[in-house]
């Protein structure tokens, strides 16, 4: 889940507040403008030379700010995927976190998941080779699971759904599982996009789900089937929610409107 050094960086009060909590959470560099307070950070005052020094110096740059502020001033910056940051771009409300520049090859998709998975926003990845994937998995485990089982488990998962597991865009779970090592693992060596959905958005889970051993122990009612219903887009489950021995899968479909049948 690594996306080597990172930056993140805001430019009014509001967008500060997202910017430290991303930051924190990071463990990336904050840069707010000089006439920001309150904040252990490094303070810019121009903001396309700002941009200039992160290009250089970074990894991967999270920007709280309006799209076309990222848009202007990195434009002149720009010289190949394969060279140029991961910059994912976010409203300062969170509700987006959107995959700006080197999204395949420079990591900047990964992020946006990694954006998400913090502070609950939709990771926009317009990358064709993802957007074409219609299918998320939702997954619970038991701790300390292995990563071989929980392959197991998706990889059967899918033939019951009658869908081959590289159709799958995203493995979904629980923020109680981001130290999962076997989940983490097992998304790595399979490929796929892994986000950990917070808290809050189970509070607010829009989806009638049945109650399971998740009501018991972290306060949620269920986590497999919220997590594929509410980690898409018009989402419709395929796979309800299936045990695996000490894995549990379900899998849904977004119904996009062009590539749904």
Same mark, same amino acid.
């Given at each position: 889940?690594?996306?080597?050094?990172?930056?993140?960086?805001?430019?009014?009060?509001?967008?500060?507040?997202?910017?430290?909590? #991303?930051?924190?959470?990071?463990?990336?560099?904050?840069?707010?403008?000089?006439? &920001?307070? =309150?904040?252990?950070?490094?303070?810019? /005052?121009?903001?396309?030379?700002?941009?200039?020094?992160?290009?250089?110096?970074?990894?991967? #740059?999270?920007?709280?700010?309006? $799209?076309?502020?990222?848009?202007?001033?990195?434009?002149?910056?720009?010289? /190949?995927?394969?060279?140029?940051?991961?910059?994912?771009?976010?409203?300062?409300?969170?509700?987006?976190?959107?995959?700006?520049? /080197? =999204?395949?090859?420079?990591?900047?998709?990964?992020?946006?998941?990694?954006?998400?998975?913090?502070?609950?926003?939709?990771?926009?990845?317009?990358?064709?080779?993802?957007?074409?994937?219609?299918?998320? +998995?939702?997954?619970?485990?038991?701790?300390?699971?292995?990563?071989?089982?929980? #392959? /197991?488990?998706?990889?059967?998962?899918?033939?019951?759904?009658?869908?081959?597991? +590289? $159709?799958?865009?995203? #493995?979904?779970?629980?923020?109680?599982?981001?130290?999962?090592?076997?989940?983490?693992?097992?998304?790595?060596?399979?490929?796929?996009?892994?986000?950990?959905?917070?808290?809050?958005?189970?509070?607010?889970?829009?989806?009638?789900?049945?109650?399971?051993?998740?009501?018991?122990? &972290?306060?949620?009612?269920?986590?497999?089937?919220?997590?594929?219903?509410?980690?898409?887009?018009?989402?419709?489950?395929?796979?309800?929610?299936?045990?695996?021995?000490?894995?549990?899968?379900?899998?849904?479909?977004?119904?996009?409107?062009?590539?749904?049948?």
């Amino acid at each position: 889940m690594n996306t080597g050094r990172l930056a993140v960086i805001a430019v009014t009060d509001k967008g500060a507040v997202q910017a430290k909590y #991303i930051a924190d959470r990071l463990r990336a560099e904050l840069y707010l403008s000089e006439k &920001i307070s =309150g904040y252990d950070s490094i303070k810019y /005052s121009s903001i396309k030379e700002c941009f200039e020094k992160l290009f250089q110096e970074y990894d991967g #740059i999270v920007a709280v700010m309006a $799209q076309g502020i990222v848009t202007r001033v990195t434009a002149p910056l720009l010289e /190949s995927k394969y060279k140029d940051p991961a910059v994912v771009v976010c409203d300062e409300v969170g509700r987006y976190a959107i995959s700006a520049v /080197s =999204g395949h090859e420079g990591g900047a998709n990964r992020l946006a998941h990694r954006v998400a998975s913090i502070t609950g926003a939709v990771p926009v990845i317009t990358t064709a080779t993802e957007a074409n994937k219609l299918y998320i +998995a939702g997954v619970g485990c038991r701790k300390d699971t292995k990563k071989e089982q929980i #392959i /197991s488990a998706l990889t059967q998962a899918c033939a019951d759904a009658k869908i081959d597991i +590289a $159709q799958l865009r995203l #493995i979904a779970s629980a923020w109680v599982k981001e130290n999962e090592q076997g989940l983490i693992d097992a998304a790595d060596e399979l490929g796929i996009y892994l986000r950990f959905l917070p808290e809050h958005l189970f509070t607010y889970c829009p989806y009638e789900v049945e109650e399971t051993a998740a009501a018991r122990h &972290i306060g949620v009612k269920a986590v497999a089937e919220p997590c594929a219903l509410m980690a898409g887009f018009n989402t419709t489950l395929v796979l309800k929610k299936t045990i695996y021995e000490s894995v549990t899968v379900a899998i849904s479909k977004e119904m996009t409107g062009f590539l749904s049948e």
